[in-house]
């Protein structure tokens, strides 16, 4: 843990259609799944969105007649920094779990593709940002590794009831050039280093330490509307937009 709060981000990617469990929420305002991100730059590459199945969420009353899906701590922190109707006290709507949440298509902002889906996730930690993570294959070796694995493994899929069209259609999306490693720096080094699983946890953190840094500090946008800019220039130009414009909130912890 660093020493200083961390700020992130957090994507409002809102639910397109609410089945199963999610379905007792119709009618009681626009349903928002929060991630937590640091890169708000790399969203044009969002493939699919993560949470854990054994996860604990809830549904929680926001801002404006909205919905937000998150776990309950952090429902907590966001309702002290003011983003939530009542400071203190986050009101549960619906309790729910990471497996009631998968397979939900989701509308993600400056996401090329018209929905993506949620997927099962294995090393999210709960006690970090909202249990509720998008993926960018492009750019991070977690999502990357995570997404070849659920590719690759029909036992997988099958185990946590993902259908083939949520998974299979959805290429890596090349977004940030990065000096020595190309524009899918996240496949590139997790090929290098050989890994084959979400949980080589080892080798993954081998191949964050690679890539992080250099992309901040090296990185070059490939994709519209931001092409040719360094990414240091735009990722605070980019988060400032999405601010702006109501696609995302602010949150520390
Ligand atoms: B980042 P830090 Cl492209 N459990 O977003 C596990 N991982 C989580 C999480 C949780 N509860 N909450 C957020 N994260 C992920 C994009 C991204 C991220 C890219 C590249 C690097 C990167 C797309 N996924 O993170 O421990 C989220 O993934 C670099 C560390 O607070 C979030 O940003 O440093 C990052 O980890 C926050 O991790």
Known sequence: EGAGPQEYTLI?????ELNGKLAQLQGKGAVF?????????TMYGQTNCWVLPEGKYGAFRGLNGEIYVMTQRSALN??????????????????????DLIGTPLKAPNCPHEH???LP??????????GVVTSVPSDSPDDYAALMDLKKKDKLREKFG??????LPFEIIPIIDIPGFGDRAAERVCTDLKITSQ????????AKAQVYLKGFTDGVMV??????KKVSDVKPVIKEELIQSGQAILYSE
């Open 12 to 16: 409002k990617m809102q639910a397109v």
């Open 33 to 41: 799944f929060l991630a937590a991100t640091l890169r708000p730059e």
């Open 78 to 99: 966001l309702s002290y920094q003011d983003r939530m109707p009542e400071t203190g006290k986050p009101e549960l709507l619906l309790e729910l779990t990471g497996q």
């Open 116 to 118: 993506i889906y949620v």
């Open 121 to 130: 996730l294995l090393t999210i930690l709960t006690n970090k940002g909202t």
């Open 162 to 167: 993902v259908k083939d069209e949520w998974v």
């Open 199 to 206: 949980n080589d946890t080892k080798k993954l953190a081998e």
């Open 223 to 228: 994709v519209a509307p931001h092409k040719g």
